[in-house]
Each structure stands twice: as structure tokens, then as C-alpha cells.
């Protein structure tokens, strides 16, 4: 239904990503993955705008995918490190979402030059 959800979450169905997904954004809707890797495609397509994913997979994507992943938080989420979609309208509600639930230093968004298309 669209308009109902904002942000979309992809994780692995049955880890404890979907439960800490389920419990720190509440409002997001969860779309879960027989693979990991077929969420992290979802983001890369723009069907998604966040993984929350084991690390260390989170951090070695986005470097593979340097200009369209990176990580929002220094650190882990809850032991579950997110890859955020560079550039989708909705990724500072994504990236205030996990910062707002998060109890560890924040990293800016808006200061990462990739946020703008700039390498």
C-alpha cells in the first residue's frame, strides 16, 4: 500500500537483524530475504533504503558499492551494522530513524560527499 510506510528495511529472514529492525524502527516496514545479499541488492536497486545486516557485511559493502552504500553510524546497530541507499528522498528520515535509537556517536549524513553524487 503505498504511502503507508516511509522508510524499508531489508534483512535476512530468521536473524536477529529482523529483531532489532522490528524493535528500534517500529514504524518501518521490514522486508525480509531468504539471503542477505539479495537485500542489499533491494538497496542498491532503490526498492529499499536500508539493510540491517551482521557485521562485518554492512561496512564491506559499502565499500564495494562505494558510491551508492555507506554506513550512517560510527559503529554498530545494536550489534547490527545498516547500509543506507546514497541519494533516496527518504534517506535522512532513514538515518534520523536509527540515530534518534541509537545510543552511541552519530556520524552526519550530511556531510558524506557521496550523499551529493560527488566521488
Known amino acids: 500500500m503505498p504511502g503507508k510506510f516511509d522508510v524499508i528495511i531489508g534483512a535476512r529472514l530468521g536473524s ?11 514504524k518501518a516496514k521490514i522486508r525480509m ?44 546497530f545494536t550489534r547490527e551494522p545498516i547500509g543506507v541507499i546514497n541519494g533516496a528522498p527518504t534517506i535522512q528520515k532513514a538515518a534520523q530513524a536509527v540515530q534518534s535509537r ?4 552519530r556520524r552526519n549524513c550530511a556531510t558524506c560527499s557521496r550523499q551529493n553524487g560527488q566521488p
Not at 529482523?18 to 524502527?25: D, H, N, P, R
Not at 541509537?102 to 556517536?105: D, I, K, L, V
Open 102 to 105: 541509537a545510543s552511541f556517536p
Open 33 to 76: 530475504f531468504d539471503d542477505e545479499a539479495q537485500a542489499y541488492q533491494e538497496v542498491i536497486n532503490g526498492r529499499a533504503h536500508a539493510v540491517v545486516g551482521s557485521a562485518p557485511t554492512p561496512a564491506f559493502q559499502a565499500i564495494k558499492y562505494l558510491h551508492k552504500l555507506f554506513l550512517p553510524l560510527k559503529g554498530t
Open 16 to 26: 536477529t537483524a529482523v529483531t532489532a529492525a522490528k524493535k528500534y524502527l517500529p
